[in-house]
């Protein structure tokens, strides 16, 4: 691989502020019921540490494991699950929580797969969201924020399992 540099998109600090209001917003939206906040692997394991405790409620968390991109930057379009729930989320509020929508090939799969276990509601929340590069249409109820189409890592994001722990989110430019 060519060497690469990071190039700092959002910080630290812009990166929890946001991630505050949404979780507020949850508050808000979700008076009471069951709410299952479903952690998509690994990607989103920093999201969904700092959403949950941004939010006053109670909630259960959940993880589910999906094929990942590999060692590429495209999406190879196939998911298979390799982790599923744990706890069952009939008749419950759930909320997939990921790290990016890209063409939204995972996350239409998943609210497939989550909506044949009969819960209530099934929405999604995403740190990033790439609009332009969209495949399926996806609705994303609670979005940190849009950025361009370009390749970033950090705060849960790699590149070849790279950059996971990096506290800011950078785009990652071959040099
Ligand atoms: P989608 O199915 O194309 O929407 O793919 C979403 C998944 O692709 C995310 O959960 C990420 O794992 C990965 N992904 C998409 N864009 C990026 C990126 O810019 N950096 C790192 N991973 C990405
Ligand atoms: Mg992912």
Same mark, same amino acid.
């Given at each position: 691989m060519p060497a690469a540099s990071l190039r700092l998109l959002l910080s630290e600090q812009q990166i929890q502020a946001r991630i505050r209001e949404l979780g507020a917003q949850i508050d808000a939206d979700y008076p009471n019921g069951n709410l299952h906040l479903v952690c998509? =692997?690994? $990607?989103a394991c920093f999201f969904l540490a700092d959403l949950a405790r941004a939010m006053k409620r109670e909630a259960f968390i959940d993880f589910m494991g999906i094929s990942s991109? $590999? #060692? $590429? #930057? &495209? &999406?190879?379009g196939a998911v298979k699950l390799t982790k599923d729930l744990d706890i069952s989320v009939e008749g419950a509020d759930v909320l997939l929580v990921e790290d990016i929508v890209d063409s939204g090939v995972t996350l239409t799969y998943l609210v497939n797969v989550l909506q044949q276990r009969k819960p209530r509601s099934v929405k999604i929340a995403a =740190?990033?969201? #790439?609009?332009?590069? @969209? =495949?399926r249409p996806v609705k994303v109820a609670y979005v940190g924020f849009q950025i361009a189409d370009e390749f970033v890592v950090g705060y849960g994001l790699d590149f070849a399992e790279k950059? @996971?722990? =990096?506290r800011d989110v950078c785009i990652l430019e071959e040099t």
């Amino acid at each position: 691989m060519p060497a690469a540099s990071l190039r700092l998109l959002l910080s630290e600090q812009q990166i929890q502020a946001r991630i505050r209001e949404l979780g507020a917003q949850i508050d808000a939206d979700y008076p009471n019921g069951n709410l299952h906040l479903v952690c998509i =692997l690994k $990607g989103a394991c920093f999201f969904l540490a700092d959403l949950a405790r941004a939010m006053k409620r109670e909630a259960f968390i959940d993880f589910m494991g999906i094929s990942s991109y $590999g #060692k $590429g #930057k &495209t &999406t190879s379009g196939a998911v298979k699950l390799t982790k599923d729930l744990d706890i069952s989320v009939e008749g419950a509020d759930v909320l997939l929580v990921e790290d990016i929508v890209d063409s939204g090939v995972t996350l239409t799969y998943l609210v497939n797969v989550l909506q044949q276990r009969k819960p209530r509601s099934v929405k999604i929340a995403a =740190l990033l969201d #790439k609009p332009d590069r @969209r =495949l399926r249409p996806v609705k994303v109820a609670y979005v940190g924020f849009q950025i361009a189409d370009e390749f970033v890592v950090g705060y849960g994001l790699d590149f070849a399992e790279k950059y @996971r722990n =990096l506290r800011d989110v950078c785009i990652l430019e071959e040099t």
